[in-house]
C-alpha cells in the first residue's frame, strides 16, 4: 500500500527556462513562495439523438493554471517580477548588493521569463513546464502582508518521482538543427536503440520510443515541450532512474530537406549530487513601509504620507495563451499581452485633516496626475546598501469610498487608476535591492 503524503511536506522548485516549455529541472527552493497546481481540460461530450445523456467525449486539450501566494520577500519577488515584467540584468553597486529595475511602458510590459515549477516531497513530484506568472495582487496592512496571484503553464505531469534532499534529477535536451522537411532518427540508451522515429515527433512519440526500451520501464523517463523539428524537447529521467548521473544519450538520423539537418542531444542537469539551491529569505516588515506621495515627478518619494492604514496593488491578468490547432503545442504556443485597464493601486487613509486637504487637490475634474511610492527598506546588505523595495506609480483619482471603518478608525478608500506618464517612463516603475545576482 502506498503512503500518504503530508500537504505540509509538500516543496516548491522553480527554474527559468530558455525555451518555452522546455523544461529544465527545477533546483531552487523558495521557502515562502507556494503554487497550488490547478489542472485545466477542454472537455467536450457528445450526445446522441435519443439519448438522454452523453455517449462519448473527448478531451481536446489540457493545461494548468497554478495559483500563488508568498510573503512580500525582498529575494523571492526578484523571480514573480521577472515572471510578469521580463528578466532585466542587475547591477551590482557593491559586495553582494544587487538592483533590480523594471520600467514596463504602457505598450509593452517586457518579455516574460517562463519556469519549470516543481512541487512534491521525498515520496513524489508534479512538474509543471512553461509557467508564466499572469497577475499580481499586494495586500499591505496591520492584518496582512502578501502577495498572490494567478499563473498559467502547460500540463501537469503527476509522475516526476520522488524529490531527494541531497541529489537532483538528470534532465537531457533534444533539438534538431537545420530545419528538414523529412526522414527519422533513433535514440539510444545503454545500448538499446529505439525504432524510428519521425522528424516531427511530439513529446508523447519521443516519450512512447523510449518506453517500448526493455532497459527503461514506463514513467522512468518523462519528456516536455513543443514538437519537433521546431521545437526543443527534454527528457527527464525520474523514479528508479532519478537521482542518477544518466550518461548522455546517443542518436542517429536520416533526416532529409533543409540544410545539413541533425539531431542534437544535450545535458541540461546532470544527476546524482545535489545542486538545489534554498533562496534565502527576506520578508518584508510592516515596520520597514512607508507611503510618499507627491503632485510632480520631480518632487517623488518627497512627502510622507503617515496616515496610512492599508496599501493594495492589483495587476489583473496581463497575458492571454495562444492556443494552436497544431499538434506541436497540446497546451499552447505561447502567449500574447492584453490590454491591461484594471490596473491599480488602492490606499486607505486616516480620514483627517491632512488626508482632506490632499484629496481637494486629487479627487478634482481635471485628474490630475499624482505620483505614488510605496517603499521598504530592511536590514543591511553591505555598507550603506539596504534590501530596499521600492515601487513609483503614475495615477489619477478614481472614485473614492466616503467612508471605511478600519478597526474603529474612521477612514478614507482610494482607488488610484495607473496611467501613463512619460516622465516616470510608462504606469510604474518597480526597483529592488537584494542579494540574488541572476535568476
Not at 516543481?118 to 492584518?143: C, E, H, I, Q, W
Not at 482610494?414 to 506618464?421: H, T
Request: net charge negative; with cysteine.
Amino acid at each position: 500500500m502506498a503512503a500518504s503524503r503530508a500537504d505540509v511536506n509538500q516543496k516548491l522548485y522553480l527554474s527559468p527556462e530558455t525555451v518555452i516549455g522546455a523544461a529544465v529541472m527545477p533546483l531552487k527552493v523558495f521557502p515562502s513562495l507556494s503554487i497550488e497546481f490547478e489542472r485545466v481540460q477542454d472537455d467536450q461530450f457528445y450526445r446522441p439523438t435519443g439519448q438522454l445523456v452523453p455517449g462519448s467525449g473527448v478531451k481536446h486539450r489540457e493545461w494548468s493554471e497554478p495559483k500563488y501566494k508568498a510573503a512580500i520577500d525582498y529575494n523571492e519577488l526578484a523571480y514573480i517580477f521577472s515572471g510578469l515584467f521580463g528578466v532585466v540584468t542587475p547591477t551590482n553597486p557593491a559586495g553582494s548588493a544587487y538592483i533590480w529595475t523594471w520600467t514596463p511602458t504602457e505598450s509593452n510590459f517586457g518579455t516574460p521569463q517562463t519556469f519549470s515549477a516543481r512541487m512534491g516531497d521525498t515520496l513524489a513530484s508534479a512538474l509543471v513546464p512553461g509557467m508564466y506568472f499572469n497577475s499580481f495582487d499586494m495586500k499591505l496592512s496591520d492584518d496582512t502582508a502578501e502577495v498572490s496571484g494567478d499563473c498559467f503553464g502547460y500540463a501537469i505531469e503527476d509522475n516526476e518521482g520522488p524529490i531527494s534532499a541531497t541529489l537532483s534529477d538528470e534532465a537531457q535536451q533534444l533539438t534538431i538543427t537545420g530545419a528538414p522537411t523529412g526522414g527519422t532518427f533513433t535514440i539510444t540508451y545503454a545500448a538499446q536503440t529505439t525504432t524510428a522515429i519521425a522528424y516531427n515527433a511530439s513529446a508523447a512519440d519521443v516519450e512512447a520510443a523510449l518506453w517500448a526500451l526493455s532497459n527503461i520501464a514506463d514513467q522512468d523517463v518523462q519528456v516536455y515541450g513543443s514538437g519537433l523539428p521546431d521545437g526543443t524537447l527534454t527528457i527527464h529521467f525520474v523514479n528508479a532512474l532519478g537521482a542518477t548521473n544518466v550518461a548522455t544519450l546517443t542518436t542517429t538520423d536520416t533526416l532529409t530537406g533543409g540544410t545539413a539537418p541533425a539531431t542534437v542531444i544535450s545535458t541540461l542537469t546532470a544527476g546524482g549530487a545535489s545542486s538545489y539551491s534554498t533562496i534565502s529569505q527576506q520578508p518584508v516588515s510592516k515596520n520597514q513601509v512607508n507611503l510618499y506621495i507627491d503632485s510632480t515627478f520631480g518632487a517623488i518619494g518627497t512627502t510622507k504620507f503617515c496616515d496610512a492604514l492599508e496599501l493594495g496593488l492589483t495587476i489583473p491578468k496581463i497575458r492571454e495563451m495562444v492556443k494552436v490547432l497544431c499538434t506541436y503545442f497540446p497546451s499552447f504556443k505561447d502567449a500574447v499581452a492584453i490590454a491591461v485597464e484594471a490596473m491599480s493601486a488602492t490606499t486607505v487613509l486616516i480620514k483627517n485633516t491632512a488626508v482632506i486637504s490632499f484629496m481637494n487637490s486629487y479627487n478634482v475634474a481635471s485628474k490630475p496626475t499624482y505620483y505614488f511610492r510605496y517603499e521598504a527598506i530592511g536590514a543591511t546588505i553591505t555598507g550603506a546598501h539596504k534590501y530596499t523595495l521600492t515601487i513609483d506609480m503614475a495615477v489619477k483619482c478614481a472614485t473614492p469610498k466616503e467612508r471605511r471603518n478600519v478597526k474603529g478608525v474612521y477612514a478614507y478608500e482610494i482607488a488610484n487608476q495607473f496611467v501613463a506618464d512619460s516622465s516616470l517612463g510608462g504606469p510604474i516603475k518597480i526597483t529592488l535591492k537584494n542579494t540574488v545576482s541572476a535568476l
